[in-house]
């Protein structure tokens, strides 16, 4: 069935974006109706659940006033700076502990335990050591991509089949021939999965800890219309949300994952 | 590992360790903590930080054996236990079925799948706000967002184990006369299965950060509830002793349960990708 579809009219690339765009957005437009519908039919009372307008209303206003890209910018320094750094010293790191295999069997055990701790269960000592606000949030996001970023560098630079560490030793390969060619493409396909995992719980993360301890951000926003029973500004920052972490996951992670696995090619 | 022959006595020690670790994988998982921890003691002995700051490894100790005599620590823990497990079941049935019938039906894939890929974005902690004003601060609050929090990867994973099913199988067991139900319960189930257990496996470890959210946000008992009053308290120690048994509990279950079922799924069914 879809050979005859091809060959009747082959669609452009731009047509085929479009179309699987549209076909993506349409159920979530249904929603949007099912959603204003069940509001008016059974007259839902707007403290428990706002129509659409409403959000809209609640929308436009904060975009007018400057405060939702205030929030959102806010959000995004502290997940670029904490995601930025954590990446910076982990897979070195990462690559160090895997080169050696009894360093690794030594630590592996140890940043697995802390790979579990990572994200939310930092945040009650992380306020008490660095004070409410961007240190102790970008902490939290620092450690929650770390462990599973080192983590998942040593997974990887330890899976490199020895064979091609000693092919490359036996042509005469530097230190640094081997580490750019040889460990750091073997263990990347590894260390992108680790930072797609590790934003994630950052992400999640962060929304916690921007709703206990600062008082700017997408998660304050949430909880500080939650003050004022504006289910509405509520309703809105999910959403704001829910389409920022599918923007995030969809164009830049998934992506680059994808095209670093095609690259290198580890995967059979 | 298959270097000469040296008679080097911490190389020799080094040898017997491996071959300890070998034969019982659990000293492997245990004795590498031996020397965080006593790095952890010396510096906290040598004062580098101020004690309330930054206690060590006794104090834990000491903070444990209190809370534990006291019924605190017994309470909270069976507190989130039993919330994780109730809600993680719940989350999971829901999910199986859910991911079946997305799976399997051309059509609510088309209209699902969006749906669920944007609530599954949306993340379990954003949700608590409305929450709190739907439900109050309770059980129900934390018991919603944890089933929504274990859900999506099961019915997100679940969908991909059976689209990934090649359709020959279906097919040869429509040919030898199978009827629906047990196509269902003999190609579909078990060939989604290894995935459904990813599902699992990722579903527990993001419900398990939703909990302690949840717990340190709108509990009243709990693990998360613990650390976040030990925090308003500062109590550095009671902060410290919640990390270590958030730790110790994951490693429980990701051992007792989840790698158990992992390998019985993985030898069984052989569709594990290593």
Partial sequence: MNELVQVEAKPSMAMKRLRSALSFVFPLLCLVFLWEFTVRAFSVHPGVFPGVGAVLKAGAESIANGSLFLHIGASFARVITGTVLAVLVAVPLGILMGVSPGVSILLTPLFRFFSVLAGIAWIPIATLWFGYGFGAITFVIFNAVFFVVAYNTLLGVSSIPPQLRNAAWSLGATRWNMLWEVLLPGALPNIVTGVRTGLGFAWRGLIAAEMIATNLGLGYMLFLARDFYRTELIVFGMIVIGILWLLIDRLVLAPLERRTIERWGLVR | ?274
């Fill in chain 2, 1 to 274: 590992m298959s270097e000469a022959v040296v008679v080097n006595p911490a190389l020799r020690l080094w040898s017997g360790y491996l071959r300890l670790v070998a034969r019982h994988p659990v000293i492997g998982s245990v004795v590498p903590f031996l020397p965080l921890i006593a790095l952890w003691a010396i510096v906290v002995e040598a004062g580098v930080f101020p004690r309330a700051f930054f206690p060590g490894p006794t104090d834990v100790y000491h903070s444990f054996v209190d809370l534990t005599r006291k019924g605190v620590l017994p309470a909270y823990l069976a507190d989130s236990i039993v919330r994780l497990a109730v809600g993680a079941a719940a989350g999971m049935v829901a999910g199986i079925l859910l991911g079946l019938l997305v799976g399997l039906n051309e059509l609510a894939h088309r209209a699902l799948w969006p749906v669920l890929l944007f609530f599954q974005a949306i993340g379990d902690i954003a949700w608590l706000p409305l929450l709190i004003i739907w439900f109050g601060f309770g059980l129900q609050t934390m018991t919603f967002v944890i089933v929504y929090t274990v859900l999506f990867p099961v019915v997100l994973n679940t969908v991909l184990g059976v689209r990934s099913i090649p359709l020959d199988l279906h097919r040869a067991a429509l040919s030898l006369g199978a009827p629906r139900w047990r196509i269902l319960t003999e190609v579909v189930l078990p060939g989604a299965l290894p995935n459904i257990i990813t599902g699992l496996r990722n579903g527990l470890g993001y419900g398990w950060r939703a909990l302690i959210a949840a717990e340190m946000i709108v509990g009243t008992s709990g693990i998360g509830f613990m650390m976040f009053d030990a925090r308003r308290a500062g109590s550095v120690v009671e902060i410290l002793l919640g990390m270590i048994i958030l730790g110790l509990l994951w490693y429980a279950v990701d051992a007792l349960i989840l790698a158990p079922i992992e390998r019985a799924t993985g030898q069984r069914w052989g569709m594990v990708t290593r």
